[in-house]
């Protein structure tokens, strides 16, 4: 009855302990199946999520090159812009009187004084704006006139050239404002003439009077053809230009063709004036431009943030619905174990009771028997006695065996029910380990796949940098060209100031001389004409040829007085004489000095076009330099912002608290720039890794290094001996650290520390048995832990 009490008793242990993991069971697998609901959303929502991060940076990608296009349209407007502009400052354009006059006016701007150039109003080229088509008619119609300069008055005038030739510089018209006089009144043109130029060209307020009498008698027709026509017409005596720049004065003289170009200042000025416009378009352009890629990448940068951390609290879900099924699992182990034990229980039980009966029914035979042979045993008490010590024996015996068959069936039971959770554990692990090999077939299949790419990549970034090399060898020698032709250009231009000196001091000295030899023929001139009048006088008083009277002057005057001096008409022989040997004494004018100012202006201008062409090639080096330097600078950016953010995560886990940061020794010049990591160790200030301890240096040192992986994990991580100089704390943190690395990477950690080892999943170890022979040896640390 002991016995049945005590197996009841544990029966109802037994039966409660069911109910409690059927309970605990049930809000398991409810927690299990919750957790698996709220992995599926959020997958949901970071599949949704990745699109709209695709859309946005394609949309990004979009916005990049727009923009990088609009810098390109930029910069190609800005240089043509500067070109022109700098070649209008240079008063390129114009004559060499023209550009003489402006550029002293120039520099007598800046002094007290008041030359005579300080009385220039400007250009007539400044005044005129005709509308886009008629540009090259209005050119056309004023030619040379678009280059005078204009004056106040007449007095004005008269100094500026006056002033070209005491400089020798050149010659230019000038346009006296106040004092110009309009066309004559007869055949002019009507103001209201519907051909008439004038009417579609702007002219600068207060120049009125200077256009009417440059353009007023000046119409336009379409054609050279229709020209013609409009100069037959009578009653109007006008020059008529057409629209391609052909003109017919008001004498019918044709001109026109295509062999010369007209200058194009006034085409040249638009263009100027267009493009300033277009730039400021452009630069406003430009600005919404980059606001709107900040603004984007800032919403990219958003979303990247939101969906790392979706990624993150779903590895998280993952984590817990491990545990949940882990859970669930030994829950329901332990339940199929309970309730094994509550049927053994029961079998225990019903054995008792059987055995119960039995034993009630052999005493009952038993009484009956006894008073049967009462007598007989009374007279055989003793065998009586005898028989009772047999019975008691074998029902001892009987009490052991029943024992022994209630144990054996126990562990009958017990025996079944771990062979049949052995069997499920086989079969589940099988299913595993077909799932691992599947696993590790796509993984190689990824490895083999990304060993590829990278190969391809590494090959890809190869060419780029010898692309760049030899980009950056091309720059330094065009740099080095550019460098000798300057100098070559100096120097010729040093020879051609002083050819221009010599040859303007030959050219003063030919002046010279050819004005003496002009005087001299003048001289020689009149001294003939003298001499042929008294030879006239003489042989019409005479009546005698002049030869024969001055045969017989020299034979009376060899008579009268041998040795005389000769008469004036021999001295004018010597002196004549004397001037023509005066004359072969100077020579010839040096022309070769205007040949080798030829030559020499020749090779400057060849020089100058060399010049200009290595600067465009310069100018185009130095744009793909300050665009890659301008990736660079972004790309670079990125990187160390994104590596901070990575690292102020990172850091606080290394070391339980603190800020870490990567600063810039100079911001503004980011490819010059060095990095300074700061460190705020928590407790501490904050301090420069080259002043912690050699753990600290170490664990700041991993956790850089982690914030740069983390960024781009790769698919495999090998460390050797990282924790070699951490104590047990920083190993363990190390540790943890490398769990949340290892559910991305598979990490590869070469290590002696036992600590390090016990985190592991699989240990690996060499061992040489025999001289020059190693051998490796594994232990799954998971599968023998389970």
């Not at 991580?717 to 104590?727: G, S, V």
Request: charge should be negative.
């Amino acid at each position: 009855h002991r016995r049945l009490d005590r197996i009841r008793s544990e029966k109802e242990t037994t039966a409660k302990t069911v109910a409690e993991l059927s309970g605990k069971k049930s809000r398991a697998q409810e927690i299990l199946e919750a957790v698996i609901a709220e992995i599926q959303n959020l997958g949901e929502s970071v599949t949704r999520l990745r699109e709209s991060l695709n859309d946005q940076k394609a949309h990004l990608s979009r916005q990049v090159k727009q923009t990088q296009t609009l810098e390109m349209e930029r910069n190609e407007i800005r240089s043509r812009y500067s070109a022109l502009k700098k070649m209008e400052d240079n008063y390129e354009w114009y004559k060499e009187g023209v550009r003489a006059l402006l550029k002293a006016r120039d520099e007598a701007s800046g002094h007290d004084t008041t030359p005579a150039t300080r009385a220039i109003l400007g250009l007539s080229a400044d005044i005129f704006e005709p509308e886009l088509s008629y540009e090259t008619a209005a050119e056309a119609a004023l030619g040379e006139a678009l280059q005078y300069v204009l004056v106040e008055n007449q007095d004005a005038g008269e100094s500026l050239i006056a002033y070209l030739k005491t400089t020798g510089t050149g010659r230019s018209g000038i346009i006296p404002v106040k004092s110009i006089k309009p066309h004559p009144p007869v055949g002019s043109v009507p103001t209201d003439h519907p051909g008439r130029l004038l009417n579609h060209v702007t002219v600068r307020e207060g120049y009125a009077p200077v256009a009417e009498a440059l353009l007023g008698t000046t119409l336009v027709a379409e054609t050279l053809s229709d020209a013609i026509k409009l100069w037959k017409q009578n009653g109007i005596q006008a020059t008529i230009v057409t629209i391609d720049g052909d003109l017919i004065t008001p004498r019918g003289i044709l001109v026109g063709g295509s062999g010369e170009q007209l200058s194009g200042i006034l085409a040249k000025k638009h263009e100027l004036k267009s493009l300033a416009i277009h730039l400021t378009g452009l630069e406003e352009r430009l600005g919404s431009a980059r606001d709107a890629l900040k603004k984007m990448e800032s919403e990219v940068r958003e979303v990247e943030t939101r969906l790392q951390q979706m990624i993150e609290s779903q590895a998280a879900l993952s984590r817990k619905q491990t545990e949940a099924e882990k859970a669930n699992y030994i829950l329901a182990e332990d339940l199929k174990h309970a309730k094994r034990h509550l049927e053994i229980l029961d079998l225990e039980e019903e054995q008792i009771l059987g055995e119960a009966e039995d034993i009630d029914a052999d005493i009952a035979r038993f009484r009956k028997e006894l008073e049967d042979l009462g007598e007989t045993l009374r007279h055989a008490r003793l065998e009586c006695d005898e028989m009772t010590g047999r019975i008691r024996s074998r029902s001892d015996e009987m009490e052991r065996t029943g024992q022994e068959v209630v144990d054996l069936k126990l562990n009958l039971t017990a025996l079944s029910a771990k062979r049949e959770s052995s069997t499920q554990t086989l079969n589940r692990l099988k299913i595993y380990q077909d799932e691992g090999c599947r696993r590790l077939e796509d993984l190689s299949a990824q490895i083999q796949s990304k060993t590829g790419q990278i190969t391809h990549l590494n090959q890809a970034k190869t060419e780029w940098e010898e692309n760049l090399k030899t980009i950056y060898e091309d720059v330094r020698t065009i740099e080095a060209v550019v460098e000798k032709s300057e100098a070559d250009y100096r120097a010729i231009e040093e020879r051609l100031k002083e050819n221009e000196g010599a040859a303007i001091d030959i050219q003063k000295e030919r002046e010279s001389l050819m004005e003496q030899i002009r005087l001299l023929a003048l001289e020689q001139s009149e001294h003939q004409i003298k001499r042929d009048n008294l030879i006239n006088h003489l042989q019409e008083r005479y009546q005698t040829p002049f030869e024969i009277l001055l045969k017989e002057i020299e034979d009376l005057t060899q008579e009268d007085s041998p040795g005389a001096p000769p008469e004036p008409t021999e001295a004018l022989r010597e002196a004549l004489a004397s001037l023509k040997k005066r004359i072969e004494r100077i020579g010839d004018v040096n022309m070769g000095a205007l040949k080798e100012y030829e030559e020499l202006q020749s090779r400057y201008d060849f020089l100058t076009t060399q010049k200009d062409d290595l600067t465009k090639a310069v100018e185009d080096l130095h744009k793909v330099i300050k665009k890659i330097n301008q990736i660079t600078r972004e790309r670079f950016l990125t990187t160390f912002h994104a590596i901070n953010e990575k690292l102020k995560e990172v850091f606080p886990r290394l070391f339980e608290g603190g800020t870490a940061e990567l600063m810039m020794t100079e911001p503004d010049d980011v490819l010059e720039t060095g990095v300074e990591f700061m460190i705020h160790p928590p407790g501490k200030r904050v301090t420069r890794m080259s002043l912690l301890s050699g753990g600290e240096k170490a664990l700041s040192a991993i956790a850089l290094i982690f914030s740069i992986f983390l960024l781009k994990p790769a698919s495999f991580c090998l460390m050797d001996e990282i924790d070699a100089p951490l104590d047990d704390v920083n190993v363990h943190r190390f540790n943890n650290l490398l769990k949340i690395i290892g559910e991305k990477s598979q990490i590869i950690l070469i290590t002696h520390n036992k600590k390090s080892m016990e985190f592991a999943d699989t240990l690996f170890g060499i061992t040489m048995e025999q001289k020059g022979i190693s051998k490796i040896v594994s232990v799954n640390l998971t599968k023998a832990t389970s």
